[in-house]
DNA sequence: GGATAAACGAGACGGTACGTCCTGTCTTCGT
DNA sequence: ACGAAGACAGGACGTACCGTCTCGTTTATCC
């Protein structure tokens, strides 16, 4: 016996669905994530308050969810570039991500999640969880396949390898802490490959 | 032509001022970031609300300077412990900065000065200058000892290797995004340390 | 060409209608008028909300209807006392009024239902022909016996007659303006039976 | 000690005051009391919300003031003509309200304030107290004239003769139960001199 | 030491947004 | 096929704060 007056799922009106998330997209890349309210995404996507309010507990789930949703359909592979040189790949990888933090457009709706993330538990495990582990997950799969090919230590711990690989980039963009450009994330790829070398 | 209405802060009431910075660190401990409010702040310090607005120019200001406040004259030497070995000493620091954030006292502050600085450039840069930075230098002279000793290349560029030092347990915490323990900070420097070991 | 979408009143599910009926006036008793809501309602009634709208125009048509189900098939014969006195039959009458006023249960229903009267013409239409109406023409039944008996002038008005003997209760009541006991009714009595008292 | 959190009044903005009280009037008179609401008072005086909240306690406590502040100052003198015929001047007096409730500019205020008498006990006396009362007091010292020069029974019940004077009229127009003319007004007040007309 | 000007506490103000409740309509689903 | 259930767009509620703006009331120089 779950229920109690949870909204019926399958009546959802999925038009208004989709107005709202990307009404929430359109408001945070316009006038920046502190000035979006949800009567604002309301008011623009020509629904009431109430429907948000049924479907979402917070302003920072419907974030969450507008950019979940722009992402589409994650779950399915997301393959990494595999040219059998594991620093070129990597590089190559960081440098994308670097390119993209620099993308004012989509800057704003990330820095407005990651904020979301970083204030409430809940939407950080749902973060983890839907958005996070598939991502690392792929580049684990990269990571293995330069294991057995002799470019990685064969006993390096991957969950620490690739927190060093991407925290650096994602602490400095965040945080401001210096530039962040192609250079520096070659600095990170070529230390990390240094470290975990396969030994002599 | 500096002044117009410019407060003059020789005139500044320091018991008021004292009073919003602890009724804010109080605040922030006990109800939770989100819910602090400048009108709380008042209420809760016995002030009114224009004597915040005179001498700050946002919440994020106030929780900032509240925070500063607190771990004292930062400006003055930070020192870093120096046993000889590089990798004892940085481990104990990351230790410290794993146990930080453990701390429930220490984590909700924080984390709200880290929300406000992700959002606001300005106090980004500020904090970058009064507290990042001088924190780094202090580090970066441990690492310069070590370059001395021959335990770090010498042509090793500190400020990434500051990076691949701080940001895991940085990101970590700040989106939950795995266990933070001793044996992460242990595998963060002696990754680091593999990295940027001296040539043969 | 009468209908388009009128509901057909002979598929009315009757039990609903009950329902509806009794859960208006509990809710009018318990929580007080002002808080009757159509949403209250359909919940307590067991009933969609789309059923009372199919069936009412507005609330006060529901409340309304509520009352006058309440007391009973109307249009059949209320009669009044006649014990040969005028005097003593209308201080009765008027006895009970002050009564029915006094009493709490019957209070709130009758408030809430005046309120709509007063506010919309229809429903004061629809009053005036279903309830009013019936009442008046009883009164006035009594008052004419009291015409042949010569104990009322024979060209007395009687709307006017009626009118003095009822708005004052009336008014005290709704006004709260003032003591409504058995003294007033009393007074009221005496006062309209001297005015239309047969001439010498 | 009385007060608590109550507001300062000697802070009040009068001009605030006077516009939220003309607003109300306007919008009852251009759209109808029903579709009055707080939000649309504030909008239209160009005022916040809070500001009403601030200084009435409930929607009819507004439409209560602004009617009240209409009349104006209504404690001095209103003093009810004295031709030295009783019969004549209560005629002119409830011919006057009877045109007073055929006008619609007058009727829709005056209406609606009724019907927030009616609801609110607390309101209703407020109404007796301040507005009631002063023009009862009026017409009794007519009527006591009118004791004096021996045109009304010495002994008459004055409470109870001026329920019956007004509360015909009032109920009348309130309920719509019937044609509301001079006629009418004349009848009653001819039934009522009857009444208390000083014995033989 | 008395004038004067600033910062101060208090809090009213015009506003925006909140999250809730209800309206009246429209849709879905089970009986 | 009806009707309960309830999602929907919309709008008002009453509350919380925002940042600005007076108020009087301390301070705290400067004459």
């Known amino acids: 016996m779950t229920s109690a007056k949870r909204p019926d799922a399958s009546r959802r009106n999925e038009k208004s669905r989709q107005a709202i998330l990307t009404a929430t997209r359109e408001l945070i890349a316009e006038t920046g994530y502190a000035k979006v309210s949800i009567e604002a995404i309301a008011a623009r996507a020509g629904v009431g308050k109430q429907t948000i309010y049924r479907w979402w507990s917070s302003k920072g789930a419907v974030v969450f969810d507008s950019i979940l949703d722009l992402s589409g359909p994650v779950d399915d592979a997301v393959v990494l570039p595999d040219t059998g ?18 993308d004012a457009a989509f800057e704003a709706p990330i820095r407005a999640l990651t904020v979301e993330i970083a204030t409430d538990p809940e939407l950080a495990a749902l973060y983890q969880r839907s958005m996070a582990t598939p991502m690392d997950e792929a580049k684990k799969a990269r990571l293995r396949s330069a294991q057995e090919a002799g470019q990685l230590s064969p006993d390096a711990d991957l969950d620490l390898v690739l927190s060093l690989l991407n925290s650096p980039v994602f602490e400095r963009w965040l945080m401001r802490g210096g530039p962040l450009d192609d250079a520096f994330a070659d600095g990170v790829v070529e230390a990390v490959v240094r470290a975990f070398s396969p030994g002599p």
């Open 85 to 102: 040189d594991l620093e070129t790949d990597l590089k190559q990888v960081l440098r994308a991500t670097v390119a993209e933090f620099a």
